[in-house]
């Protein structure tokens, strides 16, 4: 009886799965071939735009190979259903024979403020196949006009200095009459500023509006509060923060850009039934001051629970005995759109461990050196007092270490409430640590009630790199962390001490990894900006950017020049002439600022730092590393100078091209003449004066060769150590690798003692180091002066990982990875290396592995893109995909070049195995 039963039961269960399976509909399945990933202006769905004519950009997705986009259509239109039906559109590209898929201008109709307009792309390749319409994206402009701001900037009452003091806490309550249809916040600072509606944070930001030239140029955002909105009564609240506007900065000089915090808000709200309504700050609102009694990015927070105004950003809230405001009538056409990226709350750290120092300190070790602040959950007495201390290493005898933070205090203060478990994270202080002292809390300490927060701007990673090597793994390890700690809103020089500021030396060393690491196309070109806007009017650039040093901080050989450096690194990365366009007047004021100041041709005046932090130990018999100023600044000059002649190319500027190659011209003979004798030797016989003659082609041909063997005979004279400074580390493996020794290159990189860079690395550093010695050999610490264990100078050694090692480049001709060059270089006795890089056309690979004397790169090209790929050391036939390449019809243009073999090929994945030679290359 059972078995027929439970027969029958089965029987029924299956005549109905069909009906089941009918219910649950699978998702549609995207087409091979279609359109992806639309951004305008570098950003998603953007709700803040100021372009006149916003740039587009879209990405092929096929997994066919030798796929080109041969023509594209965009249409734009106000409405998004009649969009999908091709109606009523607002503008409409036709179709456009061309292949370009990045920076495509909207050509329509002006836009006005507040517009917002939806977009679509389709393309044809080379196949003949269209792609369907891609998804419907928008962008919304942002206010365009000073008269499109009718709010008012709003203040306290209190006329004294209260730089260091208590955060003023504004609020107002209001009333919406109908069911909201779109609610637009517009909201900026003197200062920083947190704002909420009805008791919930409106935004992942923090440290908004960023860090810009205030005066010039001061960020607003814009946020979609659409979901935070009631019908009926709600309530705002903002709190606002000393900062970067007036807050304690370097030689704790206070009120750089002004001495009152204020606000600037305006919401507008439309309606269902198409009624619009202003909210804006201006008389009618309230302040008062609350538990964040002072706030400082260099010393920390004071928070005091006890004074926390409980739900003081909703509408039950009572606010009786709070303060009007004032108003002032500021003219607002300083205000810009947000460009960069907004700083973000990013990966979170449990502790590695907890423990007490030989000194009885109670510490937590979060195994990483990371930038952010710590959050904890904690019970406590009211009135009781927890004090968080954060230090980067620890001293010799394994205590607490900050006399490396000079006068910043990196401190947060939490007195509780004594209200059950309190939860505490600051609010407008960041801090650069991997260790915590906590003093006033003896409970135990675990993940389950504290963690480190890592806090950085909003870039998404792209890059990755690892190879067989451990060490060379930390390494890039390490050289993402420093980046990641030091990109808050601008590139600074480091995030723990009483600095922090956008040091213009160490953003050009560094530019070009960054943009490997990591997307920091509008990072950069947001910063590039304040660069303009702080640069004096005789085309002098200041040592740090935004500028808060004196008028005289300005004009060092290898500091400015990032003025042209960044610019055209951006261009190569991101394929982006606007930012040449942008920043040319710069670039040519700069190079006419140093025309103007030299004398027969040498720029031999002024003050200069020269290669910052080069090795100048006593170890060598020959320990005489210091490289002569003036020849660096000339070589700069050229540099400068050059890349001056390139963006006049780029940009068609047919008369600046002669005027500045004859100024090349010039500077280079000068250079011969006065620091090289006629054999070709320099008169700093230093590894960075050869390396940037070298690098900037500076020497006449028959010249470098045996120029490259001095820079060789130097290293060997170091034991194959590197002795270079910021000025010359970017570029000394470069130099060795064009020139045929790339050998003595992977010698320099694999070197473990010091200096060198894995020397930090096997002292157990996570991030790179300001110094090759921030720990010496004996343990002991260098100057505290100045030693931050969180510098990125040093970690451009990046960019010779990911163009030589794993040999990816783009080429100068087409950037941005239109054109990509891969040509890996085997050695160092690693037995495999892989990059990825997901360029604004989609990923790039390139991975090689040496097994039994066999050679494999698996090489990955995105849609509408192609590559010349140079095999290394081939031996023999070379198959790609078990196929010999001659009978591929995938591959063309093959030839040797020297004992390698060179080849071109379109998108799509590849492998290639042959036997490789063993010679040294």
Not at 282 to 310: C, H, L, M, N, Q
Request: charged letters at 20%; a neutral charge.
């Amino acid at each position: 009886m059972c078995k027929k039963v439970c027969t029958r039961i089965i029987i029924l269960l299956f005549s109905y799965l069909p009906v089941i399976v009918h219910a649950q509909k699978a998702p549609p399945v995207p087409p091979p071939f279609r359109v992806d990933n639309l951004i305008c202006e570098y950003k998603i769905n953007p709700i803040s735009i100021d372009a006149a004519n916003p740039r587009l950009g879209w990405k092929l997705i096929t997994r066919d190979r030798n796929v080109q986009q041969v023509a594209y259509e965009v249409r734009v239109g106000s409405n998004a259903v009649s969009l999908l039906k091709g109606k009523e559109l607002l503008w409409t590209s036709g179709k456009v024979a061309s292949g370009e898929s990045l920076h495509v201008y909207y050509g329509g109709p002006a836009l006005v403020s507040r517009q917002k307009v939806y977009w679509q792309v389709r393309i044809w390749n080379n196949r003949q196949q269209v792609t369907p319409w891609s998804m419907v994206n928008s962008w919304k402009m942002g206010l365009l006009k000073p008269t499109d701001w009718s709010a008012k900037w709003i203040e306290d009452n209190y006329l004294s200095d209260t730089t260091g003091g208590p955060s003023p806490m504004f609020r107002k309550t209001f009333k919406l009459d109908h069911k909201v249809r779109a609610a637009h916040l517009y909201i900026t600072a003197h200062g920083l500023y947190e704002a909420q509606f009805n008791g919930k944070r409106i935004s992942r930001d923090y440290f908004a509006p960023g860090w810009t030239s205030y005066n010039k140029r001061l960020q607003y955002q814009v946020y979609d509060v659409t979901a935070d909105l009631l019908k009926g009564d709600n309530a705002i609240g903002v709190t606002l923060g000393d900062g970067w506007y007036r807050g304690y900065t370097y030689n704790h000089r206070k009120n750089v850009y002004g001495t009152k915090l204020g606000l600037l808000f305006q919401l507008e709200v439309v309606y269902t039934n198409g009624k619009r309504v202003l909210i804006n700050s201006d008389k009618t609102w309230k302040v008062a001051y609350g538990p964040i009694r002072s706030s400082s990015f260099f010393d920390g927070e004071v928070y005091d629970a006890r004074k926390e105004k409980k739900g003081w950003s909703t509408i039950a809230y009572k606010d009786l005995n709070w303060d009007s405001v004032r108003t002032i009538d500021t003219i607002k056409d300083n205000l810009v759109a947000s460009f960069g990226p907004p700083v973000r709350k990013h990966e979170m750290f449990k502790p590695l461990k907890v423990f007490t120092t030989p000194a009885g300190e109670h510490v937590v070790d979060f195994g990483q050196n990371l930038v952010g602040w710590v959050q904890f959950k904690l019970k406590a007495k009211a009135g009781d007092t927890i004090k968080l201390f954060h230090a980067e290493v620890l001293d010799q005898k394994g205590n607490f270490y900050t006399k490396n933070l000079r006068t910043a205090k990196q401190e947060n203060t939490y007195i509780f409430k004594g209200d059950s478990v309190e939860t505490f994270e600051p609010h407008f202080t960041f801090q650069g640590f991997r260790y915590l002292k906590v003093e006033g809390y003896d409970g135990q300490l675990d993940s389950t009630n504290v963690v480190a927060n890592a806090v950085y701007s909003d870039m998404a990673q792209t890059g990755m790199f690892s190879t067989s090597n451990p060490l060379i793994n930390q390494l890039q390890h390490n050289i993402q962390w420093g980046q990641k700690g030091n990109f808050i809103d601008v590139p600074t020089d480091c995030p723990q001490r009483d600095e922090r500021m956008g040091w213009t030396g160490d953003a050009q060393a560094f530019c070009r990894t960054a943009t490997f690491n990591m997307d920091v196309a509008g990072f950069f070109t947001k910063w590039l900006k304040d660069l303009s806007a702080d640069q004096h009017k005789n085309g002098a650039v200041p040592y740090v950017i935004p500028d808060m040093l004196d008028s005289a901080s300005a004009a060092a050989s290898g500091w400015s020049d990032v003025a042209t450096i960044a610019p055209w690194n951006i261009y190569l990365a991101y394929g982006d002439k606007q930012v040449l366009e942008n920043q040319y007047p710069s670039m040519i004021a700069w190079v006419g600022y140093i025309t103007k100041h030299t004398r027969n041709g040498l720029w031999d005046t002024g003050n200069h730092f020269g290669d910052w932090l080069f090795y100048a130990g006593t170890d060598y018999a020959d320990g005489a590393a210091l490289t002569d100023k003036n020849l660096i600044a000339q070589a700069f000059y050229a540099y400068s100078t050059q890349l001056v002649v390139n963006a006049a190319t780029i940009l068609g500027k047919q008369d600046d091209i002669k005027k500045y190659t004859d100024l090349l011209a010039d500077i280079k003979k000068a250079f011969l003449a006065e620091y090289v004798t006629p054999n070709g030797r320099m008169i700093s016989g230093t590894q960075t004066s050869y390396v940037l003659a070298l690098n900037f082609d500076l020497l006449p041909e028959n010249l470098r060769e045996s120029a490259a063997k001095r820079l060789v005979n130097n290293i060997e004279d170091y034991d194959e150590h590197i002795t270079t400074g910021f000025l010359g580390t970017p570029y000394i493996c470069h130099v060795l690798s064009r020139f045929g020794h790339t050998d003595i290159a992977y010698d320099l990189l694999m070197k473990e003692s010091y200096p060198s860079w894995l020397y930090p690395v096997k002292n157990g550093a996570t991030t790179i180091w300001e110094r090759w010695d921030g720990i010496k050999p004996n343990g002991t610490f260098e100057d505290p002066e100045m030693n931050s264990f969180n510098h990125y100078a040093y970690g451009a050694i990046g960019d010779w990982m990911y163009r030589v090692i794993a040999g990816i480049n783009t080429d100068e001709a087409a950037p941005g990875f239109h054109k990509i060059n891969i040509f890996p270089h085997p050695g160092g006795k690693l037995t495999n290396a892989n990059a990825e890089l997901e360029t604004l056309y989609g990923k790039v690979k390139s991975a090689w592995s040496i097994d039994n004397g066999i050679f494999t790169l698996d090489i990955i090209v995105p849609p509408n893109t192609t590559a010349t790929i140079t095999l290394p050391a081939v031996d023999g036939p070379v198959t790609e995909g078990n196929i010999d390449i001659n009978t591929n019809k995938d591959i063309a243009n093959i030839k040797p070049v020297g004992g390698d073999m060179q080849m071109d090929i379109g998108s799509g994945i590849y492998q290639f195995k042959y036997i490789l030679k063993t010679h040294k290359k």
